[in-house]
């Protein structure tokens, strides 16, 4: 009983829920998918592109304790097995987060920002996992469902709880942190992304802002000090319930500060003071974007109470995650190829930290460092400008050679002088055998576009084209 992640009483009263067929005695998880569904979990209802509804027969047959419903879908779905009873499935994983929030004691920390949500949450992940039981949400569960279903999962003896908040519009922020109420609130930085719902930046910047209004009373605030919004953002800390205001970057000043950051193309290195404790600590995922970002990892550990030199240790451990940085070493014609994934999504800060890692990579003999670039979305009227400038960016970044696709990326294709010019293609896949023909042993190649390009297609197809090197392959197993 005491391992289980909530009693049947327990969550029908969380739930606001009425019970048919049955009440089970326990909950070993919570689920949204019967792809990875274990026995004993809740198997939540959710409507997405697919109703969850249509999906509950299957949840029940693979052994799930119950399923969460809605009123509407009830009588078609009685006659199957224990169901939880509600008028809105969403708004009822709600409630549950927030009785979820409520039972632990677990310090919690929550992280948004234009770029490194996902590796900042597994950064701390990793640096607090060595002081205490510590849960994340599963991959990027940064939005209007992945926030309650983390905190519906979180085990009641967490010692620590990661949550990434991510958004499109403004308000959502506010709404997702009100449920998380966090101790430390991290914003890593802010660009253009999501004009295409925003007026400006700043706007941006206040959405993000809205992170600190959640934060319980006398928390921590963490922001960039590089970043140009810093003051806008300080601004809403101090207007918010913290305490505290912590600054991290490499500017004079900063509370966290990189006194030196090696870059190497499989890990980085970095020298850092947290308020002015020296200490020096490898990250095993390579990028500058990383190191700045694992200053504010540290500001937290330390606000926290936690061991900065257990944190360090924990960071060495931090892989490339799949879509963002995961690398694959092939065997190609004539040597080794490196895939360097960073096909989940992009924009136009993730785009110039992507590449500014490539052009650091270590190739081999003959070998090229080669970007594969897809459409930056959401950007609204000032698409075509933003693709145009990081063509300059690119040109001056020391990579080699560009194939480029899709509407936008034809204005950075245009910027581009004629050397670095591998291929155009309207979409990913018109543009897939044309890199296929050109690769050879010794490049590394980096794909990166927004999810809803499909730019992911060509990593799949490099993977099925060329086998894992042995090494790498038995690393992984």
Request: net charge neutral; aromatic share 4%.
């Amino acid at each position: 009983m005491n391992d289980a992640l909530w009693t049947g009483l327990e969550i029908l009263g969380a739930l606001g829920a009425r019970v048919h067929g049955g009440l089970p005695d326990t909950i070993s998880g919570v689920s949204i998918d019967t792809r990875t569904l274990a026995p004993g979990d809740l198997f939540c209802a959710l409507a997405g592109s697919r109703d969850g509804h249509e999906f509950v027969a299957d949840a029940l047959a693979k052994g799930a304790a119950a399923a969460l419903v809605d009123e509407a879908h009830f009588d078609a779905l009685s006659h199957l097995g224990p169901l939880l009873v509600v008028p809105d499935v969403l708004a009822a994983m709600g409630a549950a987060a927030r009785a979820a929030r409520a039972r632990t004691k677990a310090q919690v920390v929550a992280v948004t920002g234009s770029v490194g949500k996902t590796g900042t949450k597994e950064a701390l992940r990793l640096a607090l996992g060595k002081q205490g039981r510590t849960h994340a949400a599963v991959a990027s569960y940064n939005n209007h469902w992945g926030v309650p279903l983390t905190l519906m999962r979180m085990p009641r003896d967490s010692a620590y709880g990661i949550f990434e908040i991510g958004m499109n519009a403004p308000g959502e922020i506010a709404a997702l942190v009100a449920q998380v109420r966090p101790h430390v609130a991290i914003i890593t930085t802010v660009g253009p992304v999501h004009l295409e719902f925003f007026p400006s930046v700043e706007a941006i910047a206040d959405a993000k802002g809205e992170i600190f209004s959640g934060i319980e009373p006398g928390g921590t605030a963490i922001i960039n000090r590089d970043n140009p919004h810093f003051e806008r953002l300080k601004l809403h800390a101090a207007a918010s319930p913290a305490g505290r205001i912590v600054s991290f970057g490499e500017q004079e000043g900063a509370d966290v500060r990189a006194e030196r950051i090696l870059l190497k193309s499989d890990m980085t290195i970095v020298e850092a003071r947290v308020f002015g404790e020296a200490i020096t600590y490898r990250l095993g995922s390579p990028g500058r974007h990383v190191a700045l970002n694992s200053l504010a990892v540290m500001a937290a550990v330390k606000a926290l109470g936690a061991d900065i030199a257990l944190a360090g240790l924990g960071l060495g451990e931090l892989q490339p995650i799949i879509g963002r940085g995961e690398r694959t070493s092939m065997k190609g014609p004539g040597g080794t190829i490196t895939l360097v994934d960073e096909s989940f999504n992009a924009n136009p800060a993730s785009m110039r930290a992507a590449v500014d890692t490539l052009a650091e990579a270590d190739v081999g003999l003959r070998g090229r460092r080669i970007a594969v670039l897809a459409d930056m979305l959401e950007l609204g009227p000032d698409g075509p400008a933003l693709h145009r400038a990081l063509g300059e960016f690119v040109a001056q970044s020391g990579v080699n050679l560009v194939f480029a696709c899709g509407p936008l990326m034809k204005n950075l294709w245009q910027a581009l002088p004629q050397e670095m010019r591998g291929r155009y293609a309207q979409t990913p896949a018109e543009l897939e055998p044309e890199l296929v023909g050109a690769l050879r042993g010794g490049d590394v190649v980096m794909v990166k576009g927004s999810k809803s390009t499909y730019v992911s297609r060509i990593v799949a197809t490099l993977k099925d084209r060329y086998p894992r090197e042995a090494a790498r392959a038995e690393a992984d197993m």
